[in-house]
């Protein structure tokens, strides 16, 4: 576990998926939370989600799961609205559009 070091949100996500396994792991043998905290070095409040995650979903919810949205997911525009910007684009300079800086 040498990639343990520094800001645990750079960590891959084996690693962090190992500290998250390891750390419960700890709390459930009678670590103290901030002992297990210190050692697995995440904040008290990570391990503390971590431990509510666990009681909630069992050991599944601490595995490691895709990020980000989902392609479409919270889009702004609609197909059809997306493609007329494409389309405009497309077809006019920017200063037609009236955007004063090019795109």
């Not at 297990?36 to 490691?64: I, T």
Request: proline content about 2%; hydrophobic content about 45%.
């Amino acid at each position: 576990m040498s990639d343990l070091v520094g800001d645990a949100r750079a960590w891959s996500p084996d690693a962090q998926e190992a500290a998250r396994l390891l750390a419960v792991s700890a709390l459930v043998e009678g670590q103290d939370r901030m002992e297990a905290a210190a050692l697995f070095k995440v904040s008290v409040k990570a391990a503390d989600n971590w431990w509510v995650s666990r009681q909630a979903g069992g050991r599944d919810a601490l595995l490691s799961r895709s990020r980000g949205r989902r392609v479409g997911e919270h889009q702004g525009l609609s197909e059809a609205e997306q493609a007329a910007v494409r389309q405009a684009v497309l077809d006019h300079i920017p200063s037609e559009l009236g955007l004063s800086d090019q795109l």
